[in-house]
């Protein structure tokens, strides 16, 4: 009884203090009527605008190629050509492929909860570093470019994009293996994720001491090793000359 008692004043005190930091910080509250109402609006986009056609099909086929046993990159096509992105794209799609038959209205479903996961990671990071005002947030909703990458494109920047942003958190948190182990399943979609290599190795340099540098390193290299693997066992000359192109 006495340990049931104590669990329920520390839940009760958990709860208070989640109150306060409510009435203490209004940019909490604002975020959460935020994601409220951009989800409406991407559920609005899903059902009244129509979806553009650019590289859904393209990326379909390519896919479709490996799932039915192709394994020679070069001859992965599309309507756009062949595939050039690497593994981790290609497992995605698939798995997306799966899971709605090539279907677009599922798939946009499917990318609007994506996009809703993506503002969530962002909006934390903003109430995590503080350096805006409350109302500042508002400005992540009104982009219309990023909700049609999301949920009318179906592009994979949109998966890309979400990892990355997942891995500054977790640096930001300071969890800087888990952060590189993210990162580095971003650059497996899409290798212009690339471009903030450069900045964030200066940050960890500054943040550890060199074996910490190292093992994060490590960690990170070993996705990309699992990546490269699977796509040489495909076939190593086409996939390396045509993804890394």
């Known amino acids: 009884m006495a340990a ?30 935020l994601l409220i109402a951009d989800s409406i609006l991407v559920a609005l986009i899903i059902a009244y605008v129509p979806y553009t056609k650019i590289d ?6 390519q896919v479709t190629g490996f799932l039915e046993g192709e394994r020679d990159y070069s001859n992965l096509k599309g309507d756009t050509g062949p595939l050039v992105y690497p593994a981790g794209f290609l497992y995605i799609y698939s798995a997306i492929q799966y899971v709605t038959g090539g279907q677009v209205y599922p798939a946009q479903i499917l990318f609007g909860f994506l996009y809703m996961l993506d503002l969530a990671i962002v909006v934390f990071m903003y109430l995590k570093t503080d350096v805006v005002p409350w109302w ?24 890309a994009t979400t ?7 977790s640096i930001i948190c300071q ?10 399943g971003a650059v497996s979609i899409k290798m212009n994720v ?16 060199i074996v910490g540098v190292i093992s994060a390193l490590a960690g990170a290299a070993l996705v990309q090793v699992s990546w490269v693997t699977s796509i040489l066992l495909m076939n190593g000359a086409s996939s390396d000359q045509i993804v890394y192109q």
């Open 136 to 159: 500042a947030l508002s400005l992540l909703s009104l982009s219309k470019r990023v909700h049609s990458i999301f949920v009318l494109r179906l592009f994979n920047d949109c998966f």
């Open 4 to 33: 049931k008692a104590a669990a329920l004043r520390k839940s009760s005190h958990r709860s208070e203090n989640f109150i306060q930091k409510l009435v203490k910080n209004p940019k909490i509250p604002f975020a959460i009527a």
């Open 194 to 209: 690339l471009l903030y290599a450069p900045p964030l190795l200066l940050l960890m340099v500054k943040a550890m001491d």
């Open 163 to 169: 990892l990355l942003h997942a891995a500054l958190v």
């Open 56 to 61: 859904w099909d393209a990326y379909m086929s």
């Open 175 to 184: 969890k800087w293996h888990l952060g590189l182990v993210i990162f580095s």
